[in-house]
């Protein structure tokens, strides 16, 4: 409710905010409160009901709003949720707009609208059926000749995947659409490939898709059950608007967690891989800033700016599915242009994790590192921006380089950062 008002407070009277959320029971509380806060600030609240996040941001500049939020943890499990901004263009708040919202939680505005001065709310119904349309008009592919299972994860993909797929021809099998409030990311979607796995080769498919709780990510699984991910999906993609000259600047933007395999695979293409932080905030700024148009992680979270403002599992499915059905691969056979080398990512739960860069005798171990692989591996050691936690991935020749690596670098984090292993 603070939240609402808050965001409600700063904005010009009579404006709109739209709300949309993911499947979570918790979304009508959050929902209805913050609706409250915005209407007792004056502002309009357009209810979207469930819906996935990109299309939420779709949706705030083509009602007109003001702003918009988006009631998710995404692919978080089901007891966590949150509440994420948007900018009048569908874009997140940049962070200037987003501490001004924060300052202004603390510190309420003396007085408060009164009387005919409140804002009202109201349900906007058409709002699945409006993106639906839409993503068929940008995405137009001829899906007739492919039999494809689509795990819903239980989320807000349930309500648009499907009728899309169906309606563009897709040979359809649905999993995990059902969300009773509670099931949500709960042993499927995006996370956990496993049903997905078994659905598609049980059934003879030629692939699958999973999709995360809020719809900003995607994976796949070929008909061999094998996994497809975010750096693979963006390879294909990424040479699909190159072929159609589409690709600005020659130019894909990721993360430095993304495969050493995928940046290989754009330079033997021609196509320029530019790095930036782990985080989509971090793609698309980067993006933003080098009029670039497509940039994505390993996750599955991929933003297409030709398409959306934001990440789009099913956009960027649609679109993978498109270039399949132009070139005639099976997705494997696509998929192969990015060859992984082994990678391994560890977790070092510290409480002291802001101390990562004094710590001398981790950055020993990644030198050693770099002294015997050189171009042929890659280690990355971060704090996590969301947990107390020192991340370390290691890229190596073998999987067994990767393991004894992992297990010194990691190692040399816990003795000098680690908090106290229980026993």
């Not at 990721?254 to 790095?275: C, D, K, P």
């Not at 991935?393 to 297990?407: F, G, Y």
Request: charged letters at 20%; proline letters at 4%; aromatic letters at 2%.
């Amino acid at each position: 409710m603070s939240i609402g008002r808050a965001l409600g407070s700063g904005l010009p009277a009579g404006s709109a905010v739209a709300i949309g959320r993911d499947t979570r029971r918790s979304g009508h509380m959050l929902e209805a409160a913050l609706a409250a806060g915005l209407t007792s600030a004056g502002a309009d609240v357009l209810l979207l009901g469930v819906l996935p996040t990109p299309a939420i941001a779709e949706a705030v500049p083509r009602l007109g709003a003001a702003a918009g939020a988006v009631i998710s943890a995404s692919h978080n499990p089901f007891p966590d949720n949150g509440i994420k901004l948007i900018g009048p263009d569908g874009f997140k708040l940049l962070d200037e707009a987003e501490a001004r919202v924060e300052a202004a939680i603390h510190t309420p505005p003396d007085g408060r609208p009164e009387g005919g001065a409140l804002g009202v709310a109201h349900a906007v119904d058409d709002a699945v059926e409006a993106y639906v349309t839409s993503m068929i008009e940008r995405h137009a592919p001829d899906l007739s000749g492919l039999s494809i299972v689509a795990d819903c994860a239980n989320g807000a993909t349930a309500v648009t995947a499907p009728e899309v797929l169906r309606r563009l021809g897709a040979r359809l099998t649905v999993i995990h659409a059902e969300p009773d409030g509670v099931n949500i990311n709960a042993d499927c979607g995006s996370t956990h490939l496993g049903s997905l796995q078994r659905a598609v080769t049980e059934g003879g498919h030629d692939l699958g898709l999973a999709f995360d709780g809020d719809g900003d990510r995607v994976l796949a699984v070929d008909r061999a059950g094998a996994v497809v991910d975010g750096d693979q999906i963006l390879a294909i993609l990424a040479l699909g608007l190159r072929r159609h000259g589409h690709l600005a600047g020659d130019a894909v933007v990721t993360t430095t967690m993304t495969n050493l395999g995928f940046r290989r695979a754009m330079q033997s293409n021609g196509i320029e891989v530019r790095w930036t932080d782990v985080g989509d905030r971090y793609v698309l700024e980067e993006m933003r800033s080098g009029g670039y148009v497509l940039g994505g992680e390993q996750s599955g979270h991929l933003i297409n700016l030709r398409s959306g403002p934001t990440g789009d599992g099913l956009g960027a499915a649609l679109m993978l599915l498109g270039a399949l059905v132009e070139t005639g691969e099976d997705l494997s056979v696509a998929a192969a242009v990015v060859q992984r080398l082994p990678q391994k990512l560890v977790g070092v739960r510290s409480s002291r994790k802001s101390e990562l860069a004094d710590a001398d005798e981790v950055w020993e171990e990644v030198r050693a590192f770099e002294t015997e692989f050189g171009d042929d591996g890659r280690v990355v050691v971060r704090a996590s921006g969301t947990e107390p936690l020192i991340r370390v991935m290691v890229e190596a020749p073998t999987t067994e380089d990767c393991d004894r690596w992992c297990e010194r670098i990691a190692g040399a984090a816990q003795r000098r950062l680690g908090d106290p292993v229980s026993t």
